[in-house]
């Protein structure tokens, strides 16, 4: 299993309820979170298939950017 950290431009609960969609919509997204306590607003994201380039992409389709740490 990989483990991929992205900082996002995230701020709040409603922003994460936003792209709850797209990230459970991905089969091969394990299981994933947003540390809305960090300054960065962290997401983490465990995967056993993805490519970590292409949470950017999930992201943004859902408004937000997230650059990988």
């Known amino acids: 299993m990989s ?3 992205y900082k ?3 701020s709040c609960s409603g922003c994460v309820s936003k792209v709850e969609k797209f990230l459970n919509a991905e089969k091969d ?7 809305l ?4 607003k962290i997401l983490t994201i465990e ?7 292409e949470i950017p ?3 943004l389709k859902a408004g937000y ?4 740490l």
Do not use: G, H
């Open 29 to 35: 997204i394990l299981k994933w979170n947003v540390d």
């Open 65 to 68: 950017k997230a650059e990988k």
């Open 37 to 40: 306590n960090s300054p960065d």
């Open 8 to 10: 996002t431009t995230m």
């Open 3 to 5: 483990v991929y950290k």
């Open 47 to 53: 995967t056993e298939k993805i490519n970590p380039d």
């Open 57 to 59: 992409a999930l992201l």
